[in-house]
């Protein structure tokens, strides 16, 4: 079912979050949403989910527009929003089986789709504690569960992996591919880049309230990655210096976007001076998703999920 | 689609009374709170109602019922706690997405307050003829039938206060309030006869007075069904009239849900 989003404006009050927000999701496709906190992804995926109105431009879900006809939107969406949002003194079997009947499931259906999202996410040994007994990784995967018991075809996931361990995360991935290899479009937010690689997925980067970049990783690293050198300080890049307009500050390292990284590798040494005792490490970053990210957002990922 | 409705409503139902089956604590407050109160005003109760004509009656004829009834509007504080906390569990927004109207949310979630209000009938009569000699006297059905339309009253009323409340909070304060006013002005805590001559006339504009009347007849006059049925009319007539209104509001105000939590 294709996800399509069209010119979505939306403002808090005066402060404009979403400022004409234009994305398409087509069946099959898993889209990694990508952007700093604060960028509007979870605003846009509520959007998307028919739960807050935007202030202009309009949703289709599978040709239906989810601002005139939620209910009928919605019937084949799946959405595991940010906040958990489970429930806290019933089972894990009790939960599942309450979205379950609401998508209209019952007997041996329901109990047939109850067993596989509880392996594909594995709870099944969980299956008779409270959801308030569950570890914070464990809640997390019982609400991704209830997002996806349905089967749905538009599968909305906004950082489902935070707090999830290795194995789990793994194990969540390969599911979302799986309903994806079903034909199910799939929107999923994250901060981690490695994740959407595992996932196959295609990007779309939400930065100052548009999608600024979009397409497959590889055509995102081809056109907008640019290599660099990062020179990292023992201590703290030491002040007076000049590298140039494209330098980024992280910390104790400083990143220097360039096409020929050896080359700026050379130059920004002999720059140093005396400083020259102060760097740690240089190290030549290949072009990967992350360096995309970072000239256009000026922040790694990882700095962002931290 | 109506089927597709019920089973909605029903399965959030089930679901609720599983939630109320974790904690019943409500049900102590229910239970406890008009033993007690029955405990203090039963002798008064008895004096009075000698004085009405009923030489036989032990107060409890009137007492047990009348403080039972009072305290059964606490229902509506428990419903709006039941139906507030899904934003605060942000469970609301899930169920939204799960393809769940408004009002059978609504619905769905206060139908259990019927089986809590039966057990909370049942504990305190059974209770109140354990330990203060209560008895029916008159037929066990027409008892029935006052107490479903109070409950079906109490359930919309329910409905109605969380499509016009903002927050929990609101509601349990607005709840508190006509706890006392209804229970007062409908001849729970001395009969309506002995009220102000002001408050009889309002008396009976309240639930508790229709209510408080019927099983009256049924204690002290040994009433069957036919003599209740204006009280349960009366009941049953505006209980309809509270869930119209409640369901037309809600109907009104999908967005209910962004109350309370970001965003969702
Ligand atoms: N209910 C709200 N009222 C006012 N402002 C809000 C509300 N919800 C979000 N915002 C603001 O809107 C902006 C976008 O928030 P949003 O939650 O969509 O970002 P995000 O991209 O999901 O961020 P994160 O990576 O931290 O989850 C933020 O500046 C946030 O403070
Ligand atoms: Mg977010």
Redesign the interface.
């Known amino acids: 079912m294709t996800l399509h989003i069209e010119g979505v404006h939306k403002a808090y009050g005066d402060r404009p979050v979403l400022r004409g927000v234009d994305l398409r999701i087509e069946p099959g496709e898993v889209t990694g949403l990508l952007g700093l906190n604060g960028a509007g992804k979870s605003t846009l995926v509520t959007i998307v989910a028919g739960l807050l109105p935007p202030d202009a431009g309009r949703v289709l879900v599978g040709g239906v527009d989810v601002g005139r006809h939620p209910h009928r939107a919605r019937a084949h969406l799946g959405l595991a929003p940010q906040d958990l949002g489970i429930y806290p003194s019933v089972t894990v079997r009790d939960n599942l089986t309450l979205f379950g009947r609401l998508a209209g499931l019952r007997g041996a259906r329901l109990r047939e789709r109850i067993d596989k999202v509880a392996d594909a996410l594995e709870l099944e040994k969980l299956f008779d504690r409270q959801g308030r007994a569950l570890s914070g990784g464990e809640q997390r995967r019982l609400h991704t569960a209830l997002a996806m018991l349905h089967e749905p075809r538009l599968l909305l996931l906004d950082e489902p992996t935070v707090g999830v361990d290795v194995a789990t995360r793994s194990r969540l991935l390969q599911a979302v591919r799986d309903l994806a290899a079903d034909g199910a479009a799939i929107g999923y937010s994250t901060h981690y880049l490695a994740e959407l690689d595992t996932l196959r997925a295609t990007v779309a980067i939400l930065h100052e309230g548009t999608i600024v970049r979009r397409g497959t990783l590889a055509e995102l690293v081809d056109t907008h990655g640019r290599a660099a050198v990062d020179l990292t300080f023992t201590e703290r890049v030491p002040d007076g210096l000049d590298f140039g307009p494209d330098a980024v500050v992280r910390g104790a390292t400083v990143r220097l976007p360039s096409s020929d990284p050896a080359k700026t590798a050379a130059e920004a040494l002999g720059l140093l001076g005396a400083h020259g005792s102060a760097v740690r490490s240089v190290e030549l970053v290949r072009p990967d998703l992350e360096t995309v990210f970072l000239s256009i957002t000026g922040h790694l990922p990882q700095e962002v999920a931290a | 689609m109506i089927t597709?409705s019920l089973?909605?409503g029903a399965?959030?139902a089930?679901?609720e009374v599983?939630?109320l089956a974790?904690?019943p604590s409500p049900l102590v407050a229910l239970v406890v709170m008009p033993l007690l109160v029955i405990t203090f005003l039963r002798p008064a109760f008895r004096s009075i109602l000698v004085q009405e004509g009923y030489a036989a009656a032990n107060g409890s004829e009137q007492a047990v019922p009348g403080l039972t009834v009072m305290f059964s509007f606490f229902v509506v504080s428990f419903g709006g706690l039941m139906l507030f906390r899904e934003h605060g569990?942000?469970?609301w927004?899930?169920?939204?997405?799960?393809?769940?109207?408004t009002v059978e949310i609504v619905a769905g979630k206060t139908a259990p307050l019927l089986l809590l209000l039966a057990v909370q009938f049942a504990l305190v009569f059974g209770l109140g003829s354990a330990l203060f000699g209560f008895r029916l006297h008159g037929s066990p059905p027409a008892a029935a039938a006052v107490f479903l339309a109070l409950a079906c009253w109490l359930v919309a009323l329910t409905m109605l206060m969380f499509a016009v409340c903002r927050t929990d909070q609101q509601m349990i304060a607005l709840t508190n309030v006509l706890t006392m006013l209804f229970g007062g002005l409908g001849g729970a805590l001395v009969p309506v006869d002995s009220l102000p001559s002001w408050a009889r006339a309002v008396s009976p504009a309240t639930p508790g007075y229709w209510a408080i009347r019927g099983f009256r007849s049924v204690t002290l006059d040994g009433a069957g069904l036919s003599a209740v049925a204006t009280p349960v009319a009366v009941l049953t007539g505006s209980a309809v009239v509270l869930a119209a209104l409640a369901a037309a509001l809600l109907h009104r105000t999908?967005?209910k849900?962004?109350k309370g939590?970001?965003?969702?």
């Not at chain 2, 899930?94 to 393809?99: I, S």
């Open positions: 597709a089973t909605r399965a959030l089930r679901h599983r939630i974790q904690d569990w942000h469970t927004a899930r169920l939204q997405v799960a393809g769940v109207r999908p967005t849900s962004a939590t970001r965003g969702y």
